[in-house]
């Protein structure tokens, strides 16, 4: 299944991240593709707030993986930087898959062989303005109790 979605505020963005995290399970792996400042971490907050998380969400893009626990935990990775097996390795990636948390991994195009099939799949891209984005989201029948 796959649905589309325009957002025009970041508000928004997190708003859509809150209504995939409610419906988000244990092993689940959200996994973004998209450029610089589409709003990949904005939907993560979203995410976190929606699976009942408390926390600044904030990039991991220097510490690899920022966890936030919760139950499940959430483990928000950023990929930039994954080249190669032995650095996919050093994250802490596949341990977390078995740990039953949820991952919402950020650059997945950088470790897009590895990804599990029943992954939530969210590309972000920029609209006609610089507040408005185009968020498609494929995944499983969960995401027909996701509105506008």
């Known amino acids: 299944m796959k649905k589309v979605f325009t957002t025009k505020s970041t508000y928004e963005t997190e708003l859509l991240g809150q209504k995939l995290g409610r419906v988000l399970r244990r092993g689940d792996v959200v996994a973004y593709f998209g450029g610089l400042g589409v709003g990949k971490t904005a939907f993560t907050r979203g995410l976190a707030e929606g699976m009942g998380i408390v926390a600044d969400v904030s990039s991991p893009t220097f510490a690899i993986v920022n966890v936030y626990h919760g139950s499940p935990m959430l483990c ?73």
Do not use: Q
């Not at 950088?110 to 939530?120: H, M, Q, T």
């Open 76 to 148: 928000h990775f950023d990929m930039y930087r994954i080249d190669g097996w032995d650095d996919l390795c050093t994250t802490g990636y596949f341990e977390y898959l078995e740990d039953d948390a949820v991952l919402a991994v950020e650059w997945s195009e950088n470790i897009e062989n590895v990804l599990p099939e029943n992954s939530f799949f969210i590309n972000i891209t920029k609209g006609e303005t610089d507040e408005v984005r185009i968020i498609e989201i494929e995944g499983d029948e969960r995401l027909e109790n996701i509105g506008a």
